[in-house]
């Protein structure tokens, strides 16, 4: 009876000793490969299973029968269901076995392990067969899964991230625009990260009287850490304008919470009182 092994995550030791191999949720069944000769080939899904999280690797080896049905084939190719005899003489005649997978569709019992053992961390492929001769040429979640080695290193590098722009530079340029859909985006920028600049250096906008610009301006001032954004934000409450006041409300509440919260809950406003409304949710 030929021996086979299944990579698992060594904190499930013990319970596999307990009640044997389990189909895992969301699984067709038990992945293996044969022990062969070459160490690596059967053990060269370490690598890649280790970028789901487990630190330390376990070999638990079993015995089945030579007839037994598996399916068996390249991860990326279509599996056959053949008895595992033809399944191993299969995977020994192949030039290229990496990346090959035999799938149990039933549970491993106890009694048919024959051991379990730590496994050395660095055995196997990440992220396809040969990888390491290959240079990722895209930085999209499929090829660099987040959280994956090197990942972040690998997509700067592909895509380096763009400059950010400082205070200043984006002060210069609202200055300069007439354009109201490209001032949103310019105060959308201020807005991305908390500042402690003062605010008063944007109450230009608020010459241009235009309501969409100071629904913008209400809610960039959410970024701003500084004394005199409650002044400006109270001031933006008194506009005619509905969206203006529920975004001032909402810039308020996020900053100042109970306190803005106690102010705002005395105006006599329905679109106010809405928006404490939404914040307390």
């Not at 592909?158 to 300069?176: G, S, V, W, Y």
């Not at 506009?239 to 308020?252: C, G, P």
Request: hydrophobic share 35%.
């Amino acid at each position: 009876m030929p021996t086979l092994v299944h990579l698992a995550d060594e904190r499930e030791s013990a319970s596999i000793k307990r009640s044997g191999i389990k189909i895992g949720k969301g699984r067709i069944g038990i992945f293996c490969m044969p022990v062969l000769p070459n160490f690596y080939v059967s053990h060269q899904w370490l690598r890649e299973l280790k970028r789901n999280g487990a630190r330390t690797f376990i070999g638990i080896y079993f015995r089945l029968d030579t007839k037994t049905l598996v399916y068996a084939g390249k991860y990326n190719e279509p599996h056959r269901q053949i008895e595992l005899g033809v399944a191993i003489k299969e995977i020994m005649s192949l030039e290229d076995p990496l990346g090959y997978e035999l799938i149990v569709d039933r549970k491993i019992e106890p009694k048919e392990i024959d051991k379990i053992r730590l496994l050395p961390p660095k055995i196997g492929w990440r992220y396809f067969p040969h990888s390491h001769q290959r240079k990722p040429t895209c930085a999209c979640p499929v090829c660099i899964r987040r959280g994956s080695i090197k990942g972040k290193k690998l997509r700067e590098k592909l895509e380096p991230p763009a400059k950010r722009i400082n205070f200043d530079q984006l002060l210069a340029r609202l200055m300069m625009e007439t354009d109201e859909f490209e001032i949103d985006s310019l105060l959308c920028s201020i807005q991305s990260s908390r500042r402690r600049s003062d605010p008063n250096k944007l109450l230009f906008l608020l010459e241009r009287k235009s309501d969409s610009v100071n629904q913008s301006l209400a809610m960039a001032l959410g970024a701003f850490r500084h004394e005199n954004t409650k002044e400006i934000l109270q001031q933006l409450l008194e506009s005619k304008d509905e969206n203006t006041r529920e975004f001032s409300a909402y810039s308020l509440l996020d900053l100042y919470g109970k306190e803005a919260e106690t102010f705002l809950k005395k105006m006599d406003d329905p679109v106010i009182q809405q928006a404490i409304e939404e914040w307390k949710k």
